[in-house]
């Protein structure tokens, strides 16, 4: 049993380095900070997840990270949600689509900054909020 539990926790550990580094991998960004509106995206399959359970879970983790105005829809797979984090009173955008891909479900989010705002650390961001279908 010991083995058993050893060999979960080693598999389960192994996993989130590789799901990031996937995530990373498919991240891209458009606009100049400051400049112009900046937009942010990623994206990821997962093979064994279904998408109501990956919807709930992006859901879950949205609503953790603090976003306000979340607007959920469920049978679309959509999820839009917003954060005023400059002062500025123009909000910051969050998207998320969650699809059938397979047996298992696609996650697309998309993170828009209006002209004159900057978001640091938005690989990180993005792909915590999507990888958090696969925990």
Known sequence: MRKVICCFA??????TPAAASICSQHY???GVPLVTG????????FPSVAPAAAFDRVSRAVLAEG????NV???LGTLTAQQETT?????????????KSGK????DAVFI????????????NLCRVVNAVAE
């Open 28 to 30: 891209q960004s458009s």
């Open 38 to 45: 900046v937009t942010y995206k990623t994206w990821m399959e």
């Open 10 to 15: 080693f598999v389960a550990l192994s996993f």
């Open 67 to 70: 976003f306000v105005d979340v």
């Open 104 to 107: 298992g479900s696609r996650v």
């Open 87 to 99: 002062g500025s009173g123009r909000p910051q955008t969050l998207r998320v689509v969650v699809r």
């Open 113 to 124: 900054v209006p002209q004159g705002q900057i978001a640091p650390s938005m690989s990180d």
């Open 73 to 75: 829809e469920k049978q």
